[in-house]
């Protein structure tokens, strides 16, 4: 179908009609219009899997490691191939749109939403974005580009404005969505901040470079609730106002078409963008096939086993990586997140996995018939009840592993009552009359001693063990940012004391108010562990193992949506639960838990430290699969890490009187540590694998002309005893420029496999993109001519060769 069959189309619709194609009809499909053939589109969030239409844990999901991890790949051809399994994801839930990749930065290691961004570098960024966003694409499903643009911060984010340059603002933070753009993506979501004073559901930078300078004929979307008036972002290129179907649109927008305040035309190229979208989407007229091949269970399983092992990074190897199967009688898995790894950030791209195979897990299977495993979890982590689930309570009326979930009507009679696997419940059943959610469910308190209750959500809340009420009131909604109204309400808590070992009758009431979402989240945790004895206990298992897996990380309420982190601490006791394992075991393995940076104060007393992200669901099967030597560590650091928050040179993520100020311009990740002359504990690029490589000759023009590709040749031999990857990457530096420049900046890299002893060469292609710069006086892009330098390494701060690159003007 052409855009002339398109055009035909939309004159047969009049203003009315056109306005209502414009605003959601649900808060996740479009409108439809029968009378074009036009059926709804349903989206559905990323980039974590594909929750679909319904935040429902018995409609489980395909989870895959967090975006930092999937940014840790350096591999655009693997993550391609996870874009398919989105797609695939897609298919099977009857999604047409995934809201994902997120394409913002890790502008301070402070970001909260880490996890589920790439990188601090705009280049890789924008690759791994953009081989995302072909592999979903390539299946018939559109990928989204957000949050456009400079959304790298959750603190104030519903508000925040963002002070930038525009040179600053072409060179680091649009262009991983140009790469997007340059990758054919078919939809790009306007943020909910402020860019330079103007909202950006209602920016000029959506007109230009979006759609004028980039071309980009898509459709741009709204973040969930970020429309906040009519015409302004009517005029400034918004197309899809999202949710629906209330909002300013729906009711205003043809009123000010009519009132001359904008224009139809305008409105006319919105649908049809919504028109082509469909026609791609085969949402158009006939519906045409999914081009989505099926995957099974066990090759998505498969996937994302081997995607755990090649994102990971290994930090830090003194010879204890990889474990010798045969030498092993006891290992010690030690810590809370090895029975309970964190698999995913908190917010709305979380989503109900399919299974999670724990550290513990893993560890044990990869070591059946070879060596016992013993597990210890330490102190306890100090943080809020975790939400039930099948395996801690059972259901009062039927007895099965999970929660009874009822509806209530204003004099407390039942309307509708279902068995349900969890105690988040996101999206209870709507059911008329409802005036009260009720989650209950019966808890085996095997430990006795004060236990900690708690539940979520916003209104009058009330919570009952055994019909004794410990948690009454009324706990109003201050905040208008989505996710917290809709996914992770404030926990409020009670402790209650038991006594004898027992089964307790636990009760949740929530009464529904307009406003205030109708998620409702009840949560049970026994009392803390003494933290002396049980750091004892752990030490004790590790002193009599062959081996020690200590895994530490974050937690829900430390990296998630919604909110900055205050600090990079790993929390509780976790940093001397691993100096009391590391000081009695040589043979320690510290897998850290997170999906960015923290403080590692004990990384030199540790044998080896692996760094696993949020690794999704096949996290102990990956992490087996490496402590063994049966994969190796493939990842490589997208962010540089700092040994200390106050070392970090760019921390500031929190807005003065609503201005947030961009004041490092284009220094940030290692490009501030460069300038700073500063030394990180790891560099951008870093990581280790299990064999040795030497650099040999490199192969480099002397000269290039402006606008043009070039490559970097290098040779490398693995000197090892194993097969293995290298990552090898290219910086330049421009000394003497007339503008401003950073240090050095990344160009671009190649990954080379070699088996023991092989040669190989790697071979770097470098676009003209990486020689320019913008010039705000000339509002264009130039590349300055003289001489820059080259330089061929391992990271950022691991650079072995160095080489100049004379640039000619065209003219």
């Known amino acids: 179908m052409t855009d002339d069959l398109i055009d035909g189309m939309l004159e047969q619709l009049d203003l009315t009609r056109k306005v209502r194609l414009l605003s959601g009809a649900t808060t996740w499909r479009t409108a439809d219009?029968?009378?074009?053939?036009?059926?709804?589109?349903?989206?559905?969030?990323?980039?974590?899997?594909?929750?679909?239409?319904?935040?429902?844990?018995?409609?489980?999901?395909?989870?895959?490691?967090?975006?930092?991890?999937?940014?840790?790949?350096?591999?655009?051809?693997?993550?391609?191939?996870?874009g398919g399994l989105l797609a695939s994801e897609a298919a099977r839930k009857g999604v047409d749109i995934v809201l994902a990749p997120t394409l913002n930065l890790h502008r301070t290691p402070l970001g909260g939403r880490h996890f589920e961004c790439f990188s601090e570098d705009p280049e890789l960024t924008g690759r791994t974005g953009a081989?995302?966003?072909?592999?979903?694409?390539?299946?018939?499903?559109?990928?989204?580009?957000?949050?456009?643009?400079?959304?790298?911060?959750?603190?104030?984010?519903?508000?925040?404005?963002?002070?930038?340059?525009?040179?600053?603002?072409?060179?680091?933070?649009?262009?991983?969505?140009?790469?997007?753009?340059?990758?054919?993506?078919?939809l790009v979501m306007a943020g909910y901040n402020s860019v330079n004073g103007a909202t950006m559901t209602a920016n000029p930078l959506l007109t230009e470079p979006l759609k004028d300078d980039w071309g980009f004929d898509g459709v741009v979307v709204s973040d969930w609730g970020a429309l906040r008036s009519t015409t302004a972002p009517a005029l400034a290129a918004l197309d899809l106002a999202m949710p629906g179907p209330q909002g300013p649109w729906q009711a205003e927008l043809a009123r000010a078409v009519k009132n001359g305040l904008v224009p139809e035309e305008v409105i006319d190229d919105k649908v049809r963008r919504l028109l082509r979208l469909a026609r791609r989407l085969h949402a158009l007229g006939p519906r045409g096939p999914r081009r989505v091949p099926a995957s099974t269970s066990r090759d998505t399983r498969a996937l994302l086993r081997r995607t755990?092992?090649?994102g990971a990074v290994l930090l830090r190897n003194r010879g204890v990586l990889p474990l010798d199967r045969a030498a092993l009688s006891t290992v010690a898995v030690i810590g809370e997140h090895a029975a309970s790894p964190r698999v995913q950030g908190g917010g709305s791209a979380g989503v109900f996995d399919s299974g999670t195979v724990t550290p513990l897990d893993g560890i044990r299977a990869g070591l059946c018939g070879h060596a016992r495993v013993v597990h210890a979890p330490g102190p306890s982590l100090e943080v809020p009840p975790a939400p039930l689930d099948p395996g801690r309570c059972r259901d009062p009326r039927s007895g099965e592993p999970g929660v009874l979930l009822r509806l209530l009507d204003a004099a407390g009679q039942e309307l509708y009552a279902e068995h349900r696997l969890s105690g988040r419940q996101l999206e209870p059943p709507v059911v008329p009359g409802t005036s009260t959610v009720e989650v209950s469910a019966l808890i085996g308190a095997e430990t006795t001693g004060e236990w900690t209750f708690g539940v979520a959500g916003f209104g009058r809340m009330s919570l009952t063990v055994d019909d004794r009420t410990v948690l009454d009131g009324d706990f109003p909604c201050t905040t208008d940012d989505p996710a917290v109204v809709h996914v992770t309400p404030p926990l409020h808590t009670a402790r209650a004391t038991i006594g004898t070992p027992r089964t307790v009758h636990l009760v949740a009431r929530r009464e529904l108010a307009p406003g205030t979402g109708r998620a409702v989240i009840v949560a049970a945790a026994p009392p803390e562990r003494?933290?002396?004895?049980?750091?004892?206990?752990?030490?004790?298992?590790?002193?009599?193992?062959?081996?020690?897996?200590?895994?530490?990380?974050?937690?829900?309420?430390?990296?998630?949506?919604?909110?900055?982190?205050?600090?990079?601490?790993?929390?509780?006791?976790?940093?001397?639960?691993?100096?009391?394992?590391?000081?009695?075991?040589?043979?320690?393995?510290?897998?850290?838990?997170?999906?960015?940076?923290?403080?590692?104060?004990?990384?030199?007393?540790?044998?080896?430290?692996?760094?696993?992200?949020?690794?999704?669901?096949?996290?102990?099967?990956?992490?087996?699969?490496?402590?063994?030597?049966?994969?190796?560590?493939?990842?490589?650091?997208?962010t540089t890490w700092a040994a200390s928050l106050p070392d970090a040179p760019v921390t500031r993520s929190r807005p003065v009187a609503g201005r947030?100020?961009?004041?490092?311009?284009?220094?940030?990740?290692?490009?501030?540590?460069?300038?700073?002359?500063?030394?990180?504990?790891?560099?951008?690029?870093?990581?280790?694998?299990?064999?040795?490589?030497?650099?040999?000759?490199?192969?480099?023009?002397?000269?290039?002309?402006?606008?043009?590709?070039?490559?970097?040749?290098?040779?490398?031999?693995?000197?090892?005893?194993?097969?293995?990857?290298?990552?090898?990457?290219?910086?330049?530096?421009?000394?003497?420029?007339?503008?401003?420049?950073?240090?050095?900046?990344?160009?671009?890299?190649?990954?080379?496999?070699?088996?023991?002893?092989?040669?190989?060469?790697?071979?770097?292609?470098?676009?003209?993109?990486?020689?320019r710069h913008w010039s705000d006086d000339e509002r264009t892009w130039r590349t300055e001519a003289g001489t820059y330098r080259i330089m061929v390494g391992r990271s950022a701060g691991h650079l072995l060769w160095h080489g100049e690159l004379s640039v000619r003007a065209t003219g």
Do not use: C
């Open 308 to 310: 755990v092992a090649a």
């Open 33 to 82: 219009e029968p009378a074009l053939g036009l059926r709804r589109m349903v989206m559905s969030d990323g980039p974590a899997g594909v929750g679909g239409e319904a935040w429902d844990e018995r409609h489980t999901s395909a989870l895959l490691p967090s975006a930092s991890a999937i940014g840790a790949l350096w591999d655009e051809e693997l993550t391609a191939r996870l």
């Open 530 to 638: 003494e933290a002396a004895a049980a750091l004892a206990e752990a030490v004790e298992a590790a002193r009599n193992a062959d081996a020690a897996i200590v895994v530490v990380g974050t937690t829900e309420h430390t990296e998630t949506e919604g909110r900055d982190r205050t600090d990079l601490s790993l929390g509780g006791h976790q940093n001397a639960l691993v100096h009391a394992v590391a000081a009695v075991n040589p043979r320690t393995v510290a897998v850290v838990n997170s999906g960015g940076p923290v403080e590692l104060p004990w990384r030199e007393e540790a044998g080896a430290v692996l760094l696993t992200w949020f690794p999704g669901q096949e996290a102990g099967s990956g992490l087996a699969d490496m402590l063994l030597g049966i994969t190796e560590p493939g990842g490589r650091l997208p």
């Open 660 to 771: 947030l100020d961009y004041e490092e311009g284009l220094h940030i990740g290692y490009r501030a540590w460069a300038r700073a002359e500063s030394e990180p504990a790891y560099w951008f690029g870093h990581g280790e694998g299990y064999t040795t490589w030497e650099y040999g000759a490199v192969r480099a023009p002397a000269q290039v002309t402006e606008g043009t590709w070039f490559t970097v040749g290098v040779q490398l031999r693995n000197t090892g005893a194993r097969p293995g990857r290298e990552v090898v990457q290219v910086y330049l530096a421009r000394p003497g420029s007339t503008v401003e420049r950073p240090a050095l900046w990344f160009a671009g890299y190649a990954a080379v496999h070699a088996e023991a002893g092989a040669t190989t060469t790697a071979v770097v292609d470098v676009p003209p993109r990486a020689l």
């Open 131 to 186: 081989a995302l966003i072909r592999g979903i694409q390539a299946a018939g499903v559109a990928a989204t580009a957000k949050h456009y643009v400079a959304n790298d911060s959750e603190s104030e984010r519903m508000h925040v404005d963002v002070r930038v340059s525009e040179r600053v603002l072409r060179e680091v933070y649009l262009a991983p969505f140009e790469a997007a753009v340059a990758a054919g993506v078919w």
